[in-house]
Nanobody, 122 residues
Framework: QVQLVESGGGLVQPGGSLRLSCAAS????????MGWYRQAPEKQRDLVAS???????NYADSVKGRFTVSRDNAKNTVYLQMNNLKPEDTAVYYC????????????????WGQGTQVTVSS
């Protein structure tokens, strides 16, 4: 089991920017991928962006060209730079990690952060 600490959410006007951070800690052998999901009220939780250990990235069509996901491998931290924010980006954003635990090095595991609120409104 690992712990994910998220930060950077808040209230921003349309067209503004925010940067989310998520730091993973615990008994981690290696990280396969880290990313961000979001969930708006009465909607399902959907992938926003992810980045693998090989630095391959994946983005939801709705955020391509506006959001950038990156990571600091030494700190086990993933970032989400969000530019040109729109009201439809309003949601709770959840950090996600796929990893191998030290004690179970052959079994991939998953953990979620507690979520951070992003509100885009004028």
């Amino acid at each position: 089991q690992v712990q994910l600490v998220e930060s950077g959410g808040g209230l921003v006007q349309p067209g503004g920017s925010l940067r989310l951070s998520c730091a993973a800690s615990g008994s981690i052998l290696s990280i396969v991928a880290m990313g961000w999901y979001r969930q708006a009220p009465e909607k399902q939780r959907d992938l926003v962006a992810s980045i693998t250990s090989s630095a391959s990235t994946n983005y939801a069509d709705s955020v391509k060209g506006r959001f950038t996901v990156s990571r600091d491998n030494a700190k086990n931290t993933v970032y989400l730079q969000m530019n040109n924010l729109k009201p439809e980006d309003t949601a709770v954003y959840y950090c996600h990690v796929d990893y191998y635990e030290r004690s179970r090095s052959t079994l991939e595991s998953t953990s979620w952060g507690q979520g951070t609120q992003v509100t885009v409104s004028s």
